[in-house]
C-alpha cells in the first residue's frame, strides 16, 4: 500500500465507514487483517502523518516502523490493537 501523507486515524463522523476512510492507515491495515482492528487513542496521534509504501500483509512490520521512527506504541486489547504514544505531540 502507498500512502502519501496519510492520517494514521479520521476521527470526523463523516468518515465513518471503511469506503469513506480510504486514505485511512488503520482502517486500511485492518480492512487486511482478520482480528486486528487499529485504533488510536487521542486525536493528536491520529492525525500523525505518514508518507511511504508499507506491505498490506506484514502488520507487525508496519507496528515495528510506527514505534522505531514515530514513538507510537501497539498494545492489543482482543479483537483490537490500540495504538499510544509516550512522546510529547
Known sequence: MMFDWAP????????????ER???ICATFS????GGVLAA???RL?????V???R???LEAFLDLLRKNLAVNSER???????SSTATL
Open 41 to 43: 487513542t487521542a486525536p
Open 56 to 58: 498490506a500483509d506484514d
Open 8 to 19: 494514521l486515524e479520521k476521527l470526523t463522523a463523516s468518515a465513518s465507514t471503511a469506503a
Open 52 to 54: 511511504g509504501l508499507i
Open 22 to 24: 480510504n486514505h485511512d
Open 77 to 83: 486489547r482482543g479483537d483490537e490493537i490500540v495504538l
Open 31 to 34: 480492512a487486511h487483517h482478520v
Open 46 to 50: 491520529a492525525e500523525l502523518r505518514v
